[in-house]
Nanobody
């Protein structure tokens, strides 16, 4: 199983970005996918997750600003729409998928400038 994350970049505070994560490797259904992030000098922290039924859960600091979703046609593709970005959202964002174990993507950098 491989996870490919994309969509990071440099954005001004208040702006938006959409991250994508695609899982491949002959899998047909992933129960749980989500995102973590790691800022410089800090531990990796949970951001959001979504299950195969569409139920979502968010870290408090991103509620109302971030939206996690899965592609209706390609269930192994996940998105994180980030709006009203703040400087403290700057981090490397990692997607993950839970099957028999947890698989991680390579990370995509999000930098929010003031």
């Amino acid at each position: 199983v491989q996870l490919q994350a994309s969509g990071g970049g440099l954005v001004q505070a208040g702006g938006s970005l959409r991250l994508s994560c695609r899982a491949s490797g002959g899998i047909f259904n992933i129960n749980l996918m989500g995102w973590y992030r790691q800022a410089p000098g800090k531990e990796r922290e949970f951001v959001a997750r979504i299950n195969s039924g569409g139920s979502t859960y968010y870290q408090d600091s991103v509620k109302g600003r971030f939206t996690i979703s899965r592609d209706n046609n390609a269930k192994n593709t996940m998105y994180l729409q980030m709006t009203s970005l703040k400087r403290e959202d700057t981090a490397v964002y990692f997607c993950y998928a839970e099957l028999t174990r947890t698989y991680w993507g390579q990370g995509t950098q999000v930098t929010v400038s003031s």
